[in-house]
């Protein structure tokens, strides 16, 4: 009796020291947590109106039956638009009105540009906090020829494609730097020659502008 009550101590004493090291080991074979999923991040917000002053210079050539004009020169005007946005995707529409102040004088023919502005749609991928972007549209500027014999303006209707980077400097004031090309095609002036002079005018230009966003 005696023997068997001495193996049944010794068996529950080894039960018992066992327990902690089973419980171990089903603590440690549970499956880890699954890992934490990262929310895509939110394209901050670039829509609504807004409206800007810009500043540039413009390289801007009369191709004229006697040879290039190059009148080039500083520029300055503002612009306002509205942007529409879809995620990351920034689309609208703008227009600008400004002056070209360019102007120079070559085979007795002077020529110089004035008012000009654009109508233009815009898109682009916002990629916090910068806003590249794509615009065309419509163009017109004012473009005058002077010679000895006489003078001849001509409001000039074209095209223009650009491209573009904008920067949040805070929430609602907005940099610019920007790159456009216009072409207004040819056109007859009448200096009170024997004939007209034809030129066509293109014009390479480089903004930098700073807008407020409503």
Do not use: C
């Amino acid at each position: 009796m005696r023997t068997l009550k001495t193996t049944f101590l010794a068996s529950a004493a080894v039960l018992m020291l066992s327990a902690p090291v089973f419980a171990a080991d089903a603590v440690m074979e549970q499956p880890p947590a699954p890992a934490p999923v990262e929310a895509a991040p939110v394209a901050s917000d670039w829509s609504g109106a807004y409206l800007g002053a810009y500043g540039g210079y413009g390289w801007n050539k009369h191709k004229t039956d006697d040879g290039k004009i190059n009148a080039d020169g500083f520029k300055g005007g503002a612009y306002g638009g509205y942007n529409f946005q879809n995620g990351q995707f920034v689309y609208g529409g703008e227009a600008d009105l400004g002056y070209s102040g360019g102007d120079e004088t070559r085979n007795g023919i002077k020529a110089k540009q004035g008012v000009e502005g654009s109508v233009r749609a815009r898109a682009g991928i916002a990629l916090d906090p910068v806003l590249l972007y794509g615009t065309g549209g419509l163009a017109v500027t004012n473009s005058k020829l002077s010679a000895d014999t006489g003078s001849d303006s001509n409001t000039l209707l074209g095209w223009t494609v650009g491209a573009g980077a904008e920067a949040k400097i805070t929430n609602n004031i907005v940099g610019r730097v920007e790159y456009r090309y216009n072409d207004f095609g040819r056109k007859d002036y009448d200096l009170g020659g024997l004939s007209d002079v034809s030129s066509k005018l293109t014009t390479n230009e480089v903004r930098v502008g700073v807008g407020y966003k409503f």
